[in-house]
């Protein structure tokens, strides 16, 4: 009976399709590859969650290289305020077509308002130049060097996104503000997690006491409204600290909330992972809390946490643009996208300088990318999608 059904099995072998063989063998792939090989594979056909996981890598580079990438310091006033963005061209009516160039700036004066606006001159051309010398900065806080990516001769000014209202070229500002306010997110969040597992964790295996007052701290901190909460502590700030206390005070701040959230669920997922056989399993086979901690329960919810983390961090990302450009977060000299948009909190600065609203676009940008990719990681977790 047994050789009869498996000469059946093997007699219907050479009537299936290609695709269904493909699909088969793809089947017995998956039963041998990980948690995670897994996730990638799933992680891997969301189109736009691979775009927006090359958009956050590209914002994070950004910030790294920092200083390199600007073609002027950041605090200099060049003496050319709200100047509009350099156009580069590659072709001059009296040369022809030539290396990329911009031309410079000169003064008018308004007769109208008797304000100077800048226009460009067509007979000062400043031709751009890659890996020139500037101003000296610390490449990473590793070592000292004044090379940067490109620039202009040192008469000259390229301004890619105009200058601001005191003559700085927002497109160095723009650059810097992106290590400032990606990484506020990051840094907030990991505290948020941590946080969170050694509490949450706690409540779950401690129970008694402790788990009560973990969770009734939990839900008054539930009750409590974000936005007034952050604007209450930040305004509280003392105003002579310096910009690096005042920027850890901000992350810690904003990840005040954020930790309860972790907390509910880590809790939830430890008490819904201690009934499964194999944690009573190791349990009888006399294996330690810590070790069914680090081999069973954590590594069973780490993928719900990486993609909570995904999600979170665009949300704190905004919080603190908002209470910078509401002038309750970060504080100059400290350049983020929220201080930089300060200036374009009237209609008067934004008919006269609309360029100043550009880093408000890098916010969207980078939010929109975090969203992509959270999308991608819950889809890739989700052990019940095909």
């Known amino acids: 009976m047994r050789e009869t059904q498996e000469s059946n099995e093997q007699n219907n072998v050479p009537s299936m399709t290609l695709e269904e063989r493909i699909q088969r063998l793809q089947e017995k792939d998956e039963e041998t590859l990980s948690q995670w090989q897994l996730m990638w594979r799933q992680f891997r056909k969301h189109r736009l969650a691979l775009v927006g996981g090359v958009v956050v890598l590209l914002f994070y580079t950004i910030a790294v290289l920092g200083q390199f990438l600007t073609p002027h310091d950041p ?49 000062e051309r400043y031709p751009v130049r890659f890996f020139v010398r500037g101003y000296p900065y610390k490449f990473a806080g590793l070592f000292t060097t004044d090379l940067h990516l490109f620039g202009v001769d040192p008469s000259g000014q390229i301004l890619l996104f105009g200058s601001d ?27 948020s997690v941590s946080i969170g597992l050694l509490l949450g964790g706690a409540s779950a295996l401690l129970g008694g006491v402790v788990d009560v007052v973990i969770q009734r701290a939990i839900e008054i901190l539930l ?25 850890f005070a901000i992350t810690m701040i904003l990840a005040l909330q954020g930790w309860v959230h972790v907390a509910r669920v880590v809790r939830g997922k430890f008490l819904s992972t201690k009934q499964e056989q194999f944690v009573i399993a190791a349990e009888g086979f006399g294996a330690s809390s810590l070790y069914q901690i680090r081999k069973h329960l954590v590594p069973n919810f780490m993928s719900y946490i990486i993609v909570n983390v995904t999600i979170a961090i665009p949300g704190i990302i905004l919080a603190e643009t908002s209470l910078s450009f509401l002038g309750l977060g970060l504080r100059p000299p400290i350049i983020s996208w929220g201080v930089l948009l300060q200036r374009a909190q009237n ?13 408000g676009l890098f916010v969207i940008v980078l939010v929109l990318a975090f969203n992509f990719v959270g999308d991608g990681l819950r889809d890739a977790a989700d052990p019940y999608k095909g």
């Not at 006033?77 to 077509?97: E, K």
């Not at 209202?165 to 505290?191: K, P, Y």
């Open 75 to 123: 605090n200099e006033r060049l003496g050319i305020p709200n100047a509009p963005p350099s156009r580069i061209r590659i072709y001059d009516p009296d040369t022809g077509f030539q290396r990329p160039f911009v031309y410079g700036y000169v003064g008018v004066r308004d007769l109208r308002t008797l304000k100077v606006e800048y226009e460009v001159n067509t007979d």
């Open 165 to 191: 209202s005191l003559g700085r070229d927002l497109f160095s500002r723009t650059i810097m503000g992106t290590r400032i306010s990606s990484t506020v997110g990051l840094i907030s969040i990991f505290f």
């Open 223 to 247: 009750c409590i409204p974000a936005i007034p909460l952050w604007m209450g502590l930040t305004a509280a700030l003392p105003r002579e600290w310096s910009p690096l206390t005042v920027y």
């Open 347 to 359: 209609l008067h600065a934004i008919a006269e300088a609309p360029w100043l609203l550009i880093p």
